[in-house]
């Protein structure tokens, strides 16, 4: 190992504005949202602290909207996918795509164009009555996903044609809710030109208006090529090629230059589906960090782009090496529905009607967004000669109230790259007493629960055993698999001098993330979490997984959860977890229901404020 870089942040520095744009993921098709498997997803995204994952991107909703003729709608199901999105406190990226009924076919006749309008307006008056206005008007809505791909209904004047109908049918019940495109998949294809063009100077089909109102421009831009190998992602490159659309736009069309701008699929590697065995481990975690930050030095202040949705598709279901945020066990295949983004709503009843039993474990690249999650709103600079898009060493801090947050990332641009560095962090601009320090880790065999599963597997001695270990794990590797989940955290108590400085040696492995949470001491959480609710599922081994959600008690530290059961409702409770949890959502596997459920929260030095309310389990 090399001698240790230093590395300084003072929190008391000059600071910038440091945007959560990073908070959005998606999948398709949108009729998972009324399965269980997506439910419970939805749960642990819904959960990450601070609203880390905010908003999810589904493609195909309006395939939802059942129809016999233009006009008739039926909304039920619709209904019932965006109200499992809002009660796990998300909010939709909506895009405005699908076809109810296979009713519209060329958008460049007139009356389905004006039926367009009339279904969008509907959409939206429908929303507003049952979310509010002031909810609706958080959410974004979309154009059809890349266009330049999937729209088969006309050519470009129909796909303008179509976007104007979604511009007046959502004006026409609230001009403040915000509509942006196209979601292209090719760089400045044709369709993303005469888009701007129409925009620009085009005539509003409906009003006879130059232009039509644009709110952002959004793209898609990956790291790597669809493959079955283990091309290595082009981060800086992705950088790259969103400039590209940025100085088109800048060039072309400039009255739309300070628009805000969105990545909305910025994946490493196209192909969910892919097996790459790296979606599972630290790797993915080191680089959805370096991504993030790239992203705020190379587009936000050396370019001054307006970022403001960084999204990914890791939101679909699937096992260790897809890209996606959890590891899927138990019988389903989905591989072929998400793959082709097929709705198959003739059997969506049966499904819905005889749940299959599944269990989820959440990688690491899920558990870095908890970690992201807990950056504070303005960001300062760290003196020293680092260049974390050469050497993968990088630094986010961010200060707040007695304190602050310190994310390090090591990751390079090649997936099976190993080794260490050293780092002495001397942190700067804290205010004298005692502090709690939070050291969160992912890496190797932290934060790592593949690892754990793998050993898992090699341990049995006969082939059959192997197998089943991998494909359907029991209920004590299942439960070695979640307690490994979870960052490994270490807490230091120190008494932090006149001078305001903390130094602490640190070692980070190639690849990981390290987050660095200095707190002042006061007084414990004086509020407990609240609106506690349950939901029971079939897990594998005969279980069932009650899963618990709660909204977090206000305050402006880290909070980490404890979740207790106990027989009766006025106890004695003991606490089930088996790490301290930074996300709102716990999933106890029981052999059947009963006993009562209740939540506390606790700060670093492990002081707990008061428990929820009594849940029945």
């Known amino acids: 190992m090399t001698d240790a870089t230093p590395i300084r942040v003072d929190l008391n520095g000059p600071a910038r504005p440091w945007k959560r744009f990073w908070r959005s993921t998606g999948f398709s098709p949108a009729e998972l949202l009324l399965e269980p498997e997506m439910r419970q997803a939805l749960a642990h995204l819904g959960a990450v602290p601070n609203r880390g994952i905010e908003y999810l991107r589904v493609h195909y909703m309006l395939d939802l909207v059942k129809a016999d003729r233009l006009g008739a709608y039926d909304w039920s199901l619709l209904d019932q996918a965006l109200d499992t999105i809002v009660e796990h406190r998300l909010r939709p990226f909506f895009e405005l795509m699908g076809n109810p009924g296979k009713l519209y076919t060329d958008?460049?006749?007139?009356?389905?164009?004006?039926?367009?309008?009339?279904?969008?307006?509907?959409?939206?008056?429908?929303c507003i009555e049952r979310y509010g206005a002031e909810e609706v008007r958080t959410w974004y809505f979309e154009t059809w996903n890349e266009p330049d791909i999937w729209w088969k209904l006309g050519g470009e004047v129909a796909f303008n044609n179509y976007y104007d109908a979604c511009s007046e049918g959502l004006k026409a019940v609230d001009p403040a809710l915000r509509l942006g495109g196209p979601?292209?998949?090719?760089?400045?294809?044709?369709?993303?030109?005469?888009?701007?063009?129409?925009?620009?100077?085009?005539?509003?089909?409906?009003?006879?208006?130059?232009?039509?109102?644009?709110d952002f421009i959004s793209v898609h831009e990956k790291g790597a090529v669809k493959h079955a190998e283990d091309l290595t992602p082009d981060t800086v490159g992705i950088c790259r090629h969103e400039m590209e659309a940025v100085n088109y736009v800048r060039e072309h069309h400039p009255r739309f230059a300070g628009l805000p701008f969105i990545n909305n699929e910025c994946d490493p590697q196209i192909g969910w589906e892919i097996y790459h065995t790296w979606h599972a481990m630290p790797y993915f975690a080191g680089l959805i960090a370096k991504?993030?930050?790239?992203?705020?030095?190379?587009?936000?202040?050396?370019?001054?782009?307006?970022?403001?949705?960084?999204?990914?598709?890791?939101?679909?279901?699937?096992?260790?090496?897809?890209?996606?945020?959890?590891?899927?066990?138990?019988?389903?295949?989905?591989?072929?529905?998400?793959?082709?983004?097929v709705t198959d709503l003739a059997a969506l009843a049966a499904r819905r009607a005889n749940p299959e039993p599944f269990d989820y474990v959440k990688k690491p690249g899920l558990t870095v967004m908890e970690l992201l999650a807990l950056l504070g709103d303005s960001r300062v600079d760290q003196a020293g000669a680092l260049d974390p898009d050469r050497t993968g060493l990088g630094v986010i801090a961010t200060p707040s109230a007695g304190g602050g947050a310190v994310l390090l990332y090591n990751s390079v641009d090649r997936i099976?790259?190993?080794?260490?560095?050293?780092?002495?962090?001397?942190?700067?601009?804290?205010?004298?007493?005692?502090?709690?320090?939070?050291?969160?880790?992912?890496?190797?065999?932290?934060?790592?629960?593949?690892?754990?599963?793998?050993?898992?597997?090699?341990?049995n001695?006969?082939?059959?055993?192997?197998?089943?270990?991998?494909?359907?794990?029991?209920?004590?590797?299942?439960?070695?698999?979640?307690?490994?989940?979870?960052?490994?955290?270490?807490?230091?108590?120190?008494?932090v001098r006149a001078d305001g400085r903390l130094a602490l040696d640190l070692t980070l492995l190639l690849p990981s993330v390290a987050l660095v949470v200095v707190a002042r001491e006061a007084k414990p959480p004086s509020e407990a979490p609240a609106n506690l609710r349950r939901q029971a599922y079939r897990g594998l081994n005969g279980s069932t997984n009650q899963v618990l959600f709660w909204d977090a008690p206000a305050g402006g530290q880290v909070q980490l959860f404890d979740v207790l059961w106990g027989e009766a409702e006025d106890g004695p409770f003991q606490v089930v977890n088996p790490a301290g949890l930074l996300s709102t959502m716990y999933l106890h596997a029981v052999p059947s229901p009963g006993g009562w459920y209740r939540v506390r929260a606790r700060d670093l030095s492990g002081r707990e404020g008061p428990a929820s309310a009594a849940v029945r389990g």
């Open 107 to 126: 958008f460049n006749e007139d009356a389905q164009v004006r039926h367009w309008r009339d279904l969008v307006e509907a959409l939206a008056r429908r």
């Open 416 to 459: 099976w790259r190993s080794g260490a560095s050293a780092v002495t962090l001397e942190i700067a601009g804290l205010e004298p007493g005692r502090h709690s320090v939070g050291i969160f880790e992912i890496a190797q065999d932290k934060g790592d629960p593949f690892s754990v599963w793998e050993a898992q597997a090699l341990a």
């Open 291 to 341: 991504v993030i930050d790239q992203h705020q030095r190379l587009l936000v202040e050396a370019e001054g782009v307006d970022y403001d949705i960084l999204s990914n598709d890791n939101g679909f279901l699937g096992r260790w090496g897809q890209r996606t945020h959890l590891a899927y066990f138990g019988a389903r295949q989905f591989d072929a529905a998400q793959r082709d983004w």
């Open 461 to 495: 001695e006969s082939n059959a055993d192997q197998l089943a270990a991998l494909n359907l794990p029991n209920a004590e590797q299942l439960a070695a698999l979640r307690q490994a989940q979870e960052p490994a955290l270490t807490v230091r108590r120190v008494e």
């Open 183 to 214: 979601g292209v998949a090719r760089r400045v294809p044709p369709i993303f030109r005469s888009f701007l063009a129409h925009c620009d100077t085009g005539t509003n089909y409906f009003t006879g208006e130059t232009g039509v109102r644009l």
